[in-house]
């Protein structure tokens, strides 16, 4: 096979065949050896540990962070109105 500037690929030098092979027989692990409900069960507790790691704010950060979201979007409600309303008188101008 050719790469983008068109030499041919060559295997690597001290590399042996037997070693691709080896990883073509490898299945992932304790993945490949556990059936639809053990996979099941594997991601239900990767989930959890995952969610063990999170830092969950306080209340006082969670009231903070709400607060600031609900003032930016009354902020932008009004900043689209306004733009809305300004085309609007314009459109009423232009066409009567």
């Keep these: ?3 983008a500037l068109g030499s ?4 690597e030098s001290g590399r042996s065949d037997e070693a ?3 990883k073509k027989v490898r299945r992932g692990g304790k993945r490949g050896k556990k059936g639809p409900l053990g996979r099941l069960a594997l991601f239900y507790r990767q989930i959890v540990a995952e969610l063990r ?3 969950w704010p306080t209340r006082n950060q969670l009231t903070t962070y709400t607060t600031v979201v609900i003032i930016f979007v009354v902020i932008m409600i009004a900043l689209v109105t306004v733009i809305d309303f300004g ?5 009423k101008y232009v066409f009567g």
């Design 1 to 3: 096979m050719t790469d």
């Design 8 to 11: 041919i690929d060559t295997p």
């Design 20 to 22: 691709d092979e080896q």
């Design 53 to 55: 790691k999170v830092v």
């Design 87 to 91: 085309f609007a008188e314009a459109v």
